[in-house]
């Protein structure tokens, strides 16, 4: 296929099945609307913290030196250093490929994902567990990590796997390794694990409601363009006709 032909060819949709998607999604914005609230609610923030506060002495009598180090590396991969490079990479790859929804639903989830994590830390400002094991500055709620971290894989597999089983494998294991790092960065005592959660669930439903828009604007999108090319041809057709009549 040449890159004429390719260029020609329309983009694939970002979703398949947008109705069942839709409500995937809205099930899935629930779930961080409730533990923000639950935190910002003092009397269940008091129940949370003694949660919080068993983690960190489960985890130092539980903690081990081969699963520290492992706990470090995963940390290192959720540096702005090391994200910022493989967002760039991947905005970048999809307008090589005319995927212009696609790479919109990317950086619409990562930057939908910024804005909130520097709001909402603001807003909460939440103090982080004493004695962690690696460099931490602000406030840890929400973790950024376990936000960045499903938005950078999440959406990722959204934008460069096509709708189906693939789709949803890869998935599956993107959001696998976000929970993977959002406990071990708690293994750390980087976050509360509490902080751990809200972040996967807030960073995972940035990159679903990010996709989920996109592929509505471009499906009305090309519906009104559809419309606009059939409406001429309608205009014309029954004065053709009339033309065609007349001796």
Not at 19 to 39: E, N, S
Not at 146 to 160: F, R, S, W, Y
Request: proline share 7%; with cysteine.
């Amino acid at each position: 296929m040449s890159r004429l032909t390719a260029a020609r060819r329309p983009e694939q949709a970002i979703l398949s099945s947008p109705g069942r998607d839709t409500a995937v999604t809205a099930a899935m914005l629930a779930l961080p609307a409730v533990a923000f609230a639950a935190t910002a609610d003092h009397g269940v923030l008091a129940h949370i913290q003694r949660v919080d506060d068993a983690w960190p002495r489960l985890m130092v009598s539980a903690r081990a030196a081969p699963v520290t180090v492992i706990a470090k590396l995963v940390n290192l991969l959720g540096l702005a250093c090391v994200t910022l490079p493989v967002r760039i990479a991947i905005a970048g790859y999809l307008p090589r490929r005319r995927r212009w929804s696609h790479m919109a639903a990317f950086v619409a989830a990562v930057v939908a994902s910024e804005v909130l994590i520097g709001t909402l830390k603001n807003a909460y400002g939440r103090t982080g567990p004493p004695g962690s094991l690696v460099a931490t500055s602000g406030v840890p709620f929400p973790s950024r990590h376990a936000i960045a971290a499903p938005v950078a894989v999440v959406a990722a597999v959204i934008a460069l796997v096509p709708p189906g089983r693939r789709r949803v494998a890869w998935g599956t294991a993107a959001l696998g390794f976000s929970v993977l790092m959002a406990a071990l960065r708690a293994h750390l005592a980087a976050p509360w694990l509490s902080d751990a959660i809200a972040g996967i669930l807030l960073g995972t439903s940035c990159a679903l409601l990010a996709v989920v828009v996109v592929d509505a604007l471009e499906r009305r999108w090309q519906a009104r363009r559809a419309g606009g090319a059939r409406g001429p041809a309608r205009a014309h057709g029954p004065d053709t006709a009339r033309r065609a009549d007349r001796p």
